[in-house]
């Protein structure tokens, strides 16, 4: 939970001991002790959800919330030490499986649902199962991962479930016309279902053009042409293909302009998510090698999105990679740092805080090491 909420909360706390302690009634004292400990209770919820990692038996990362059935559900990678030397490519981050939590209230425990998909499971793909992704649809649920197939070119596959916390049954065959990775279904008001989709670098976005593979050879503009853009396609009805082409969505700068290649602080890298606030759509996405989660708004699930800031400031490890979800009429950032693993940047842990917006409808700037290290000066 953001600093700016405590701020903005705890004086209303004071206002109401201040009154309870006017009233004249025996038990004031009683009421305002009673009224300091919920508030007391209230901090130690928010730094269980904002400095703490949410699972500690297991390295997480790339978490994507929903909300099915009453609770939030996360949907992240499963790190682990494979072995494999760091490299360009990212082939040390060599997941092999996913398993699915769920937290009843926020602050609450968190419940580990097991291993939901393995490697093994799914006959098209061979290794690294990355960063995933979960929609209902009239009672299924589906689970839409990345993965390597045996040519090691990345695909995105789904699997089908009964419930949010799976088990989820791989199809035979990955989506066809899928590729690159970072898969993200939107539901939108309309009853539509979206998937955004790529990251560059070892996500392989770079490698395409108008939705052709061009080879292994890298290919990426110049710093003064517009930067790689972000991938989106309606979903069929069946939600196991797409209804259209995959089509790129424009990142716009303040002058409408694309962003550019050369603006590592503002281009897409990685991590496409969307979220919908009234009529304006919330695009958010990593900066990649700036290590920023930033996003840009629109007025369509096409974009164009006009940048409009930075959500979370870079966090401890190299990777930034978040989701947004609204529980309860508050909206949360759910992301990871390399915190529980003291650094090493494919042992991640996921973790969550509350958002904060401005009246405008601008989202407050997050700087989460910062408020960690606050937090432990006060433990």
């Known amino acids: 939970m953001n600093k700016n909420f405590l701020r903005s909360t705890l004086p209303i706390l004071g206002s109401v001991l201040i009154m309870s302690c006017g009233d004249g009634k025996k038990d004031s004292n009683a009421e305002e002790n009673t009224l300091k400990q919920d508030s ?19 390295y997480t990362a790339d978490p994507s919330a929903h909300v099915f059935e009453g609770k939030i559900y996360i949907y992240p990678s499963h790190d682990w030490d494979s072995g494999i030397p760091e490299d360009d490519t990212g082939a040390h981050f060599n997941m092999k499986d996913y398993h699915v939590y769920s937290m009843d209230s926020i602050g609450g425990e968190v419940t580990d649902h097991g291993v939901v998909l393995d490697v093994d ?18 009672g299924k649920y589906y689970f839409y991962f990345p993965a390597k197939d045996e040519n090691d070119i990345f695909r995105i596959g789904v699997a089908v479930g009964d419930s949010p916390a799976g088990p989820f049954e791989p199809q035979e065959e990955p989506i066809e016309g899928s590729y690159s990775i970072d898969p993200a279904v939107y539901e939108d008001t309309d009853g539509e279902y979206y998937m955004y989709f790529g990251g560059i670098w070892g996500g392989q976005l770079q490698d395409y053009r108008n939705n052709e593979y061009q080879g292994e050879e890298d290919i990426y503009p110049a710093d003064d042409e517009p930067a790689l853009s972000p991938m989106i396609a309606k979903m069929s009805d069946d939600m196991l293909s797409f209804a259209e082409e995959p089509r790129e969505i424009q990142l716009l700068d303040e002058d ?9 602080d503002r281009r897409f890298f990685e991590a496409a998510w969307v979220n919908k606030i009234d009529d304006t759509y919330y695009f958010s996405y990593s900066t990649g090698d700036t290590h920023n989660i930033a996003y840009a708004t629109g007025d369509n699930p096409y974009g164009p999105f006009t940048y409009q800031g930075v959500i979370l400031e870079p966090v401890l490890g190299w990777t ?3 989701s947004i979800v609204e529980y309860e009429g508050k909206w949360y950032l759910f992301y990871h740092d390399s915190s529980l693993s003291e650094g090493k940047t494919y042992l991640r842990s996921i973790k969550m805080t509350e958002l904060q917006f401005n009246e405008d409808g601008s989202i407050q700037t997050i700087n989460a090491m910062v408020e960690a290290r606050e937090e432990s000066a006060q433990e």
């Open 40 to 58: 007391v209770a209230a901090q130690d919820d928010v730094r269980r959800s904002t400095s703490e990692p949410l699972v500690t038996d297991n």
């Open 121 to 138: 499971d799914v006959a098209w793909a061979s290794r690294q199962m990355w960063a995933p992704d979960a929609a209902e649809k009239d």
């Open 256 to 264: 409408g302009e694309p962003i550019l290649t050369g603006d590592n």
């Open 320 to 322: 930034n990679h978040h």
